[in-house]
């Protein structure tokens, strides 16, 4: 695994890949996955930057064969219309890359079905999507499932008693949570996999500190963490570097189903992919089996029926 850079992506001419987010590591991973010969279908919710994304991937790869869907992880519906799309488009997906998030908003905000937009938006709609992706990528080849957690994930603790911050938001531990639920559900739904044998191989993947908009996004361009973006942008490392655990997660034969990856340098700051810590919070198994069960209820998924 010694500095695995993009160029180490194997041959992965047909097969089929969906990517949640436009830009920043998103981006990446589309350009770098389209650029090894991939069918990449490149998810978001807002039309215009994803055509964008598309156009500038082609303008450097003319032969890609890379596509926009919309897709509004906060919004249910918008879930389920997109698995029913991709469902009558397609006959198999081999990699879902979920990966689209937002970051500290410093008011709470919500959904539109009501959830806390952090966890409804990074953890909540990327547990539905994989639920009504489910069917398509059991009839892939090697078929994968890539979460992305964070290294705020160490600092987590699910809220079981006030999941959507209604009474106590503050911005980083309501994200955190939420990161840490991606990497819960990760491992969990390797178990799953195992257990049901739908020959899902899942693993869980973080960039360290990046160079994207999501801190200035969500906490605002005027916020600590977006002045911190701005001023020390010599502390975060560019975003196709951030991108690489993920690509790794998605391409390498090395990659292990119920694997972490992230950087190897600086605590997981920065640097090439490696075997990342998995904080002790994210193998509680029964805490883990507890949130998939009420995640299965707002989402009004069901995993075993697919």
């Known amino acids: 695994m010694s500095k695995w850079t993009t160029s180490n992506i194997p041959d992965i001419r047909g097969r089929a890949f969906v990517v949640t987010g436009t830009g920043g590591l998103g981006f990446e991973d589309a350009l770098a996955l389209a650029r090894a010969g991939a069918t ?19 303008r450097d790869i003319p032969k890609a064969d890379i596509s926009f869907e919309v897709l509004d992880l906060a919004d249910l519906a918008s879930i389920t219309a997109f ?11 081999d990699v879902l890359i979920n990966n689209a998030g937002v970051m500290t908003p ?4 919500v959904t539109s079905d009501g959830f806390e937009l952090q966890f409804g938006t990074n953890y909540l709609g990327h547990f539905a999507l994989t639920a009504h992706l489910l069917p398509l990528l059991r009839r892939g080849h ?17 809220a079981f008693d ?18 840490l639920a991606c990497l819960m559900f990760a491992l969990e739904l390797q178990r799953r996999s195992e257990a049901e044998n739908w020959g899902i191989t899942s693993i869980a993947a973080h960039p360290g500190i990046s160079r994207t908009d999501l801190l200035p996004n969500g906490a605002g361009a005027s916020s600590v ?32 189903g119920g694997g972490y990856y992230g950087p190897d340098r600086l605590s997981e700051t920065r640097g090439y992919p490696t075997t990342a810590k998995i904080p002790p919070a ?22 075993s029926n697919n």
């Not at 990449?40 to 055509?51: D, S, T």
């Not at 198994?285 to 009420?294: E, K, M, S």
Request: net charge positive; no cysteine; hydrophobic share 40%.
């Open 106 to 109: 410093p008011t709470r905000k």
């Open 282 to 303: 994210a193998l509680d198994r029964q805490a883990a089996a507890r949130l998939w069960d009420i995640s299965e209820q707002l989402a009004h998924v069901q995993f």
């Open 142 to 158: 090697d078929p994968r499932v890539v979460t992305l957690s964070s290294i705020a994930a160490r600092d987590g603790r699910i």
């Open 162 to 179: 006030d999941l959507q911050a209604t009474h106590n938001y503050k911005p980083m531990p309501v994200y955190s949570q939420s990161k």
């Open 225 to 256: 963490f977006g002045l911190a973006r701005r001023i020390l942008w010599f502390l975060f490392q560019p975003a196709a570097q951030g991108a690489l655990p993920t690509l790794f997660a998605a391409t390498s034969s090395e990659a292990k």
């Open 40 to 58: 990449v279908i490149l998810a978001g919710r807002n039309p215009g930057k994803g055509a964008e994304a598309v156009a500038r991937i082609k």
């Open 83 to 93: 698995g029913e799309r991709l469902g009558s488009q397609r006959d198999h997906l």
